[in-house]
């Protein structure tokens, strides 16, 4: 798959659709995935700070998640096919996950968020199968990593921001072959 480059990041060209194709078939064959949705945001950082550039383009799959960076690229005469965004990405995964009863991990977001989510979770996907769940604000990331590793999830979702969740998830992802997302505020989007 070639790359399209947008101010040093190296995005992938999937449909929204394609992408959660992708995703689910690498977790059939229990691959470890680091997945960024790049915003504008997250792309104007990363010129900032050549660390989390280089964290980002070693990430396996990166995605434009704002029409901006789709507008650029067709700038470029390296078009992408579409915006995919995070939060599309992951509802899509919680879904299947309901489907297949995956074990699904949720890090982030602040505590009363994090005991909404419990809530939001058992009722709109209740055969999903909840690994754990931890708000975001800790001291001592071990003993979320134990049980990260104790529960083997398909997919552990990350929402710390940007760009505490990249480096935690490039930092802590040999410890599961999961799919590990970064997916920012999207928790407090999920409990409405
Ligand atoms: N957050 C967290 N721990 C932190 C900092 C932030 O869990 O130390 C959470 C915060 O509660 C929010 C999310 O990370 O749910 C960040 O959302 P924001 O909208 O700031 O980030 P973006 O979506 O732009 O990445």
Request: glycine share 8%; hydrophobic share 40%; net charge neutral.
């Amino acid at each position: 798959r070639s790359k399209v480059n947008i101010l040093g990041i190296e995005f992938d060209n999937f449909t929204q659709k394609e992408f959660v194709c992708q995703l689910i078939a690498d977790n059939r064959q229990h691959l470890n995935r680091f997945v960024v949705t790049a915003n504008p945001e997250i792309v104007l950082a990363a010129t900032r700070d050549p660390h989390y550039q280089q964290i980002i383009n070693h990430a396996d799959y990166v995605t434009a998640d704002g029409i901006g960076i789709v507008k650029g690229a067709k700038i470029l005469g390296t078009p992408l096919a579409e915006r995919v965004t995070g939060f599309d990405t992951m509802q899509a995964l919680l879904r299947s996950a309901n489907q297949n009863q995956k074990k699904v991990y949720f890090l982030g977001g602040k505590p009363a968020v994090i005991s909404a989510l419990k809530n939001v979770i058992k009722e709109k996907y209740p055969h999903l199968i909840i690994a754990g769940m931890h708000d975001g604000y800790f001291n001592d990331e071990e003993p979320i990593i134990h049980e990260i590793q104790q529960t083997q999830p398909d997919f552990v979702f990350v929402a710390l921001g940007f760009p505490k969740q990249d480096f935690f998830i490039a930092h802590h992802r040999s410890v599961a072959n999961s799919i590990w997302m970064g997916v920012g505020g999207s928790f407090d989007v999920l409990i409405g």
